[in-house]
């Protein structure tokens, strides 16, 4: 697998560095010689795609109850924490920032609450990367099989990919993981740094199937995905992540 260089993906904007899935942390991204800037997509009340990781809002912001208790409007005026003032912002906020850049959108796709798809929001998603003119260098990630399904079969984006926590990885096992995923067609497959190893990535690469990750966060588990040739690794310090890559050639 030497040679393979990976791609790099500021994993909520670059979450070490600046507040995550903030306008600032994605102005940010887009200055930098990496691949791909991630966010986290919830709807609100009236559907707008809206880009923070939880479903609530207390953790990252001054304001409190679920993402989709709140307009679209309102969730702007909410601000979130240690971003200077910065409200949260809409994906199509983000996308305007992208847009102007080599950098591609990488747009998780988050299921509500209680773990249910959002009505719609897979739609909404690509609207907003139509009228950006970024749709066919996006990518669409989430862990809910059914909803990259639907962004699978509405088609023109770059590539979507599956993502599997620790559990669901180490309970389908590698063969289980391949057949769901060439059930569906994705195109890729996410998983923590800490469940991937060389045998494991050589067979889902053999069935045809890309390998991302998430959580190489510090020199050594970076070094070690680097080392891997995993197709993209999502890091919240993708200024380190950039530096180690440039080093190994």
Not at 23 to 52: K, M, N, W, Y
Not at 198 to 209: C, I, M, N, Q, S
Request: hydrophobic share 45%; charged share 20%; aromatic share 4%.
């Amino acid at each position: 697998m030497g040679g393979h260089r990976s791609a790099i993906a500021s994993h909520r904007g670059g979450a070490f560095l600046w507040p995550e899935n903030s306008l600032t942390a994605f102005r940010e991204s887009a200055r930098l010689a990496l691949e791909q800037a991630e966010c986290d997509v919830h709807a609100s009340a009236d559907g707008v795609p809206i880009v923070i990781h939880d479903a609530s809002l207390e953790r990252t912001t001054d304001g409190t109850g679920l993402v989709s208790a709140h307009t679209g409007q309102d969730l702007s005026r909410v601000r979130l924490r240690g971003a200077g003032g910065e409200g949260v912002p809409s994906l199509a906020d983000v996308l305007g920032i992208l847009r102007g850049s080599a950098v591609t959108p990488r747009i998780e796709i988050k299921t509500d609450a209680h773990g249910r798809p959002y009505p719609g929001l897979v739609a909404r998603v690509l609207e907003d990367l139509d009228r950006a003119g970024l749709r066919g260098r996006s990518w669409i990630i989430g862990f809910d099989a059914p909803t990259m399904a639907e962004a699978l079969a509405a088609g023109g984006v770059a590539g979507v990919a599956w993502l599997l926590e620790r559990q669901c990885w180490g309970s389908l096992g590698i063969p289980g993981v391949i057949a769901v995923a060439r059930h569906y067609g994705f195109q890729e497959v996410g998983v923590h740094e800490s469940v991937l190893d060389a045998e494991a990535l050589a067979a889902v690469k053999a069935a045809g199937l890309g390998v991302s990750v998430w959580g190489a966060n510090h020199a050594p588990t970076i070094l070690r995905m680097l080392a891997l040739g995993v197709d993209l690794l999502a890091t919240d310090d993708p200024p380190l992540a950039i530096a180690l890559r440039d080093a190994r050639g």
